[in-house]
């Protein structure tokens, strides 16, 4: 049985950071392509970075330059790192496989980012 666990959100600040992990049970991240997902409210879920297996990486254009995925394959975790947070980037954020698996959702873990 394959579940995602993110953590590593919180509240801050225009301007702040955080990172955010993905933990992994029954899926490894070395050989699937995954993602960093967001929703924010009244919006659909969109892509916000992903990694293939072979870690070939890409962002939304929103992103580009401020977030960056990672992956740790001994402990298989994911990570986002997100820097120069805005407003628009608060939002609950979700791991999963990329495309996604909708058996794979988690709860995602909550961004905000107050002006």
């Known amino acids: 049985q394959v579940q995602l666990v993110e953590s590593g959100g919180g509240s801050v600040q225009a301007g702040g950071s955080l990172r955010l992990s993905c933990a992994a049970s029954g899926i490894f991240f070395s050989i699937n392509d995954m993602g960093w997902y967001r929703q924010a409210p009244g919006k659909q879920r969109e892509l916000v970075a992903g990694?293939?297996?072979?870690?070939?990486?890409n962002y939304a254009d929103s992103v580009k330059g401020r977030f960056t995925i990672s992956r740790d394959y001994a402990k298989n975790l994911m990570y986002l790192q997100m820097n120069s947070l805005k407003p628009e980037d608060t939002a609950v954020y979700y791991c999963n496989r990329y495309p996604p698996t909708y058996a794979y959702w988690g709860q995602g873990t909550q961004v905000t980012v107050s002006s």
């Open positions: 990694i293939t297996s072979r870690g070939r990486i």
